[in-house]
């Protein structure tokens, strides 16, 4: 399971509609929205949401010793997201989210975002659809109920 290729290019644009999307204010403008993100990537959205919605959890399946390898930028990002009171976890498999204890625990989310769901590796449609399937029976239970 993979996030993004790299910094998502208007990562600062979406996330600050991120409030808009939701009546859950507090004050100041942020949202109180509960807010789940898996495939993290570089956690470049997620660095970029918890200034509006601090109240997000950003999840990636890669191990925190091997994110300096495959996204230079990580750290940093991971940096941000802590301070603004986020939080992140690492080897957090989309698929099967009931499964870690730092996803369970926050549930239910208001809002579960995979920016970019796909197998790492050559693309392959079958198994990016099965990929999908089981990450949304995975995160349907999260959920609040509307």
Sequence with gaps: LHGSTGAVPHAHAIAASVPHTTSRRAHGGATTMS????????????????????????????????????????????ETVRASGGRVAFGIDATRLDLYEAVADA?????????????????????????????????????REA
């Design 35 to 78: 807010i789940l993100e898996v495939g993290a990537g570089d956690f470049s959205f997620a660095a970029a949401t918890s200034a509006r919605a601090p109240n997000v959890l950003a999840t990636t399946v890669d191990t925190e010793e091997s994110m300096p390898r495959l996204y230079p930028t990580s750290s940093a990002h991971v």
């Design 107 to 143: 549930a239910p989310y208001d809002l579960v975002v995979w920016n970019f769901p796909h197998i790492r590796g050559k693309q392959n449609v079958r198994k990016n659809r099965a990929l999908l399937t089981a990450f949304l029976a995975s995160a349907t239970p999260l959920l």
